[in-house]
């Protein structure tokens, strides 16, 4: 197979694809940001003395416990899953398909 051959069989993303992948990458860049904003409001609340009493359902929930568990819970099951999924599309390339 020539050069030419090689290149002629090669998928190429289009200009809205390619732009599309960049759009996706600068949103992941976002989420990332709000993550870290996230992780610096949760390490800015105070522990409760009584927060293993708390996990284990023997006092009752406070506000600062509450939160920090929230932002635990989103970052770990929405934003990372999320950031982790749109960069391998964002970096997505079509391979040919086989003949």
């Known amino acids: ?13 289009s200009e809205a694809e390619v732009a ?4 996706v990458l600068e949103i992941a860049a976002a989420i990332e940001d709000l993550s870290r904003q996230l992780i610096a409001l949760h390490d800015s609340f105070p522990v409760s ?3 293993a009493a708390i996990l284990l359902g023997e006092e009752d929930l406070d ?11 989103v970052r770990a099951d929405q934003l990372e899953p999320a950031v ?7 970096a997505y390339k079509l391979r040919k398909a086989r003949k």
Do not use: N, Y
């Not at 599309?20 to 759009?23: D, E, F, I, K």
């Open 20 to 23: 599309g992948q960049a759009r």
């Open 63 to 73: 506000v600062f416990t509450a939160l920090r568990s929230v932002i635990e819970v």
């Open 1 to 13: 197979m020539s050069e030419g051959d090689a290149e002629s069989d090669a998928t190429v993303l």
């Open 84 to 90: 982790r999924e749109l960069r391998k599309w964002a």
């Open 49 to 51: 003395p009584l927060e």
